[in-house]
């Protein structure tokens, strides 16, 4: 099992930053590539970014590069989302997953095992 805990989310303006953290607790962090998924009212989850295991390969959504930053540090069993020039449109429950770390960053809900319980992030226009 692993358990993990989103912090970080909160209300901006458009064009703020925010900075999500997800701290994993339970098995060998590194042995787990990693993910950020949103869903927003009425809306399905979608994938944000992903990291492999060794943070060497990372991957975005199309709505998101350039703007968001997937990174994580191993020693401290956590993997970050740092979010710049915010929209209305990236308004949702951000959560963070942990799939294992052959999948290397797959953008697939169904590879992830384990997810936290989600941080809100709402961005005001």
């Known amino acids: 099992q692993v358990q993990l805990v989103e912090s970080g989310g909160g209300l901006v303006q458009a064009g703020g930053s925010l900075r999500l953290s997800c701290a994993a607790s339970g098995r060998t962090f590194s042995n787990y590539a990693m993910g950020w998924f949103r869903q927003a009212p009425g809306k399905e989850r979608e994938f944000v970014a992903a990291i492999s295991w060794s943070g060497i390969r990372t991957s975005y959504a199309d709505s998101v590069k350039v703007r968001f930053t997937i990174s994580r540090d191993n020693a401290k069993n956590t993997v970050y989302l740092q979010m710049n020039s915010l929209k209305p449109e990236d308004t949702a429950v951000y959560y963070c997953?942990?799939?294992?770390?052959?999948?290397?960053?797959?953008?697939?809900?169904?590879?992830?095992?384990?997810w936290g319980q989600g941080t809100q992030v709402t961005v005001s226009s």
């Open positions: 997953a942990a799939s294992p770390a052959y999948y290397s960053g797959s953008s697939r809900i169904s590879h992830y095992d384990y």
